[in-house]
């Protein structure tokens, strides 16, 4: 068990000291060198974990071939053994849960339940990877010529790049793992600069997995470094599919490069989510979804709730309500027990939140609650979560802050809340709060929300494993974790045979 560091004293805690200690029982040894060119820092106080050494080019040429060295070798083991993999990395999560997850929270901000809701949801892709490695079935299809049979088979792919965001630095991984591991493939994994020492820790579990399987151990590997490194690995012909996650403005990128050698790519990008609050709805219910939507991980989930639509109505009511909650919230270190909001990523996203909160303003918005920094851990990214009320839907509200920014739009009719809704460029997740069975049918309905998640009486945040994940518009048009999302990572190949003496020819052709 990992002791808790309170806010109180965090200032004299050694918290590269605490990193280190938890790489060492995960088993990935001091990965630190002194003139190391990647800087491992901490958002909680901005202190200096350690230094890595950086990937080259001709890092990623090597270790894509040894992945596909050991992809050849794993398409070959049968899908139900392969899951045996998977099941151990999955014990090995919940052996090392508390120090994982703590790990999460010194690298990446978040609060100790979000550190270990993390994990958890890594093991609950493996229990579902595990299962599906007996469920990898295509179909038998009927055929026109007699004496035959028509099939599908779904086939292992390859090598996958997984690129992967700060703001859920294991969970995203593992959704990829997990399935690509059941399905045949290797994977090499191209982590956030931001939070490389989470990485480091997963690889090294993985890796005592599949040497207590008997697993090639090269069917898992990570490179560290920039941009340039992952983007070595979207350029090399060896790696069929690519899946990114974070920003629109980097699947912009990543795309066009993956689809001029004619690869595939799965992407998982921005996210502007909305809640739509009813007249019916229940209200102490929307604020609890709404507050947690909107302020969890601090606000940098690709599924933070950003914008509430709420019937005029009830407008007044649910501000008053919403601005009642935020001045309650604990603020500080994410460490300490009964913290809810913890710091940003770095500076960056600190001057991101205030010049939206001053833009959105100016554009006329009244703002009811937080938007300045806040007291937290000297060095830390501390800001107070903002509410603002906005007259109209202006560019900045139609623009994704990262960080937990608010804005309020009041509504007439569904027809005028659907529109708002759906304005924005970006379509993952959403959500509406009613008690009126045709506003919820109709928010899911095919004139509804047009995200990849439509919620009802809970916020856009916080998705379980069992179903896809993934948006519509510029949120990529991805799919991960649980229903068919598997089907990403095979290939689909279409088998027809003949047990019959004859040769007959489909459409009635005639040959001879």
Not at 436 to 461: H, K
């Amino acid at each position: 068990m990992t002791e808790v560091i309170t806010a109180a004293d965090v200032s004299a805690v050694d918290i590269s000291g605490k990193a280190r200690d938890i790489l060492s029982r995960l088993g990935a040894g001091d990965p630190f060198v002194a003139d190391g060119e990647l800087v491992c820092t901490s958002p909680i106080d901005g202190s200096e974990l350690g230094r890595l050494r950086a990937d080259t080019a001709a890092d990623v040429e090597a270790v894509v071939g040894r992945a596909q060295a050991a992809f050849l070798q794993w398409r070959t083991v049968p899908a139900p053994v392969r899951g045996q993999l998977v099941r151990e990395l999955g014990e090995l999560l919940r052996e090392h849960k508390d120090d994982l997850g703590a790990l999460v929270s010194i690298e990446a901000g978040k609060i100790v339940s979000e550190g270990l809701g993390e994990v958890q949801e890594m093991i609950d892709i493996c229990d579902l990877a595990v299962g599906l490695s007996r469920q990898l079935h295509g179909l038998t299809i009927a055929t026109e010529r007699p004496g035959h049979r028509m099939m599908e088979q779904w086939l292992p792919l390859g090598v996958v790049g997984v690129i992967s965001a700060f703001n859920f630095p294991v969970a995203v991984w593992s959704w990829n793992t997990a399935l690509a591991l059941v399905c045949g493939d290797a994977v090499v994994w191209k982590p956030s600069e931001k939070t490389l020492l989470t990485a480091i820790a997963c690889q090294a579990l993985l890796r005592q997995a599949a040497e207590r399987v008997g697993a090639p151990v090269d069917v898992s590997q990570v490179l560290l470094g920039a941009a340039e490194v992952g983007g070595a690995l979207v350029d090399d012909p060896r790696v069929p599919l690519i899946s990114a996650t974070g920003s629109t403005r980097m699947g912009k990128q990543v795309a066009p490069r993956v689809a001029a050698r004619l690869g595939r790519t799965l992407l998982e990008l921005g996210g502007n989510n909305a809640a739509i609050v009813a007249p019916s709805a229940d209200l102490d219910l929307a604020v609890r979804g709404i507050v947690f939507s909107a302020v969890g991980t601090a606000g940098q989930r690709c599924t933070s709730l950003r914008r509430v639509i709420v019937h005029e109505s009830i407008h007044d009511d649910l501000l008053a309500r919403l601005q009642a909650a935020y001045a309650t919230l604990p603020i500080g270190s994410p460490l300490e027990p009964g913290t809810l909001v913890g710091p940003l990523i770095d500076a960056a996203a600190t001057t991101a939140f205030t010049a939206a909160v001053a833009r959105a303003t100016a554009d006329g918005g009244t703002l009811v609650a937080g938007g300045d920094v806040a007291d937290g851990v000297a060095g830390g990214q501390y800001v107070r979560p903002a509410i603002i009320d906005m007259p109209q839907q202006t560019d900045i509200v139609k623009a994704e802050t990262f960080a937990p920014l608010l804005y309020v739009l009041a509504y007439r009719d569904l027809d005028e809340a659907l529109e708002l809704h759906n304005e924005v460029a970006q379509g993952l997740s959403s959500s509406i709060f009613t008690l009126n069975v045709r506003e919820a049918e109709t928010f899911m309905s095919a004139v509804g929300s047009d995200c990849g998640i439509a919620n009802v009486n809970i916020g856009p945040s916080g998705a379980e494993i069992g179903g896809a994940f993934g948006g519509e518009k510029e949120t990529g048009g991805g799919r991960e974790s649980g229903s068919d999302a598997w089907r990403a990572y095979m290939r689909r190949t279409t088998n027809t045979v003949n047990y019959s003496s004859e040769l007959p020819l489909a459409q009635g052709v005639e040959f001879g």
